[in-house]
Nanobody
Framework: QVHLVESGGGLVQAGGSLRLICVVS????????VGWFRQAPGNEREFVAA????????HYADHVKGRFTISRDNAKKTVYLQLDSLKPEDTAVYYC?????????????????WGQGTQVTVSS
């Protein structure tokens, strides 16, 4: 069983930064691709960023390119999402997800395991 726990969300002013953390409890961390998604009130959940370091692939949604960065610490089995230059429209619950070698990492159905989410609120 794979277990994911997110943290690091909070309230920040526009232009500020946050670092989201996703701890992945799994034996073979390197075998999994990890994605970040978000859901704002009244909206569907949308793709933010994904990485499959085994395949050497990293993807970002267009609206976060250049502002968000996904990274990992293998020893800690942890994936990070650095959020910089935050905007009010980035306000959402952010979820991390894990799947074995997702072929289409921007699609939710590629991931079998999800965390509980962490709230990010950006004030103007």
């Amino acid at each position: 069983q794979v277990h994911l726990v997110e943290s690091g969300g909070g309230l920040v002013q526009a232009g500020g930064s946050l670092r989201l953390i996703c701890v992945v409890s799994v034996e073979t961390f390197s075998a999994y691709g990890v994605g970040w998604f978000r859901q704002a009130p009244g909206n569907e959940r949308e793709f933010v960023a994904a990485a499959n370091w085994g395949r050497g692939s990293i993807h970002y949604a267009d609206h976060v390119k250049g502002r968000f960065t996904i990274s990992r610490d293998n020893a800690k089995k942890t994936v990070y999402l650095q959020l910089d230059s935050l905007k009010p429209e980035d306000t959402a619950v952010y979820y991390c997800a894990a799947g074995l070698h997702p072929i289409a990492p921007m699609r939710e159905n590629q991931y079998d395991y999800w965390g509980q989410g962490t709230q990010v609120t950006v004030s103007s």
